[in-house]
């Protein structure tokens, strides 16, 4: 079974940047596609981009496009996500997981998360 684990979340003034990374253990998860979700405090968890096993094609929730980015390298397990231009409404915690059905439906295990606050 692959273990995900988010990293690279803190604390960020409102037009700033993270990087946030998705480490796989466990099993090389380089055969599935990937997402990145956020749940914000009292709100459900939430699409926010997607990536395919071999990094080809991907897909953004319009919250978030324009501002960013999803990669993977294959060859270190890991799978990034760029933010820039952040907004208060981006804090969140974020996970990923690998999907089930492309480009939103995660297998469903989730890991700790990473927390995302950005202050205005």
């Known amino acids: 079974q692959v273990q995900l684990v988010e990293s690279g979340g803190g604390l960020v003034q409102a037009g700033g940047s993270l990087r946030l990374s998705c480490a796989a253990s466990?099993?090389?998860?380089?055969?599935?596609?990937v997402g990145w979700f956020r749940q914000a405090p009292e709100k459900e968890r939430e699409f926010v981009a997607a990536i395919s096993w071999d990094g080809g094609h991907t897909r953004y929730a319009d919250s978030v496009k324009g501002r960013f980015t999803i990669s993977r390298n294959n060859a270190k397990n890991t799978v990034y996500l760029q933010m820039n231009s952040l907004k208060p409404e981006d804090t969140a915690v974020y996970y990923c997981?690998?999907?089930?059905?492309?480009?939103?439906?995660?297998?469903?295990?989730w890991g700790q998360g990473t927390q995302v606050t950005v202050s205005s």
């Open positions: 997981s690998a999907l089930r059905q492309w480009p939103n439906q995660a297998i469903g295990s």
């Open positions: 466990g099993r090389t998860f380089s055969g599935y596609a």
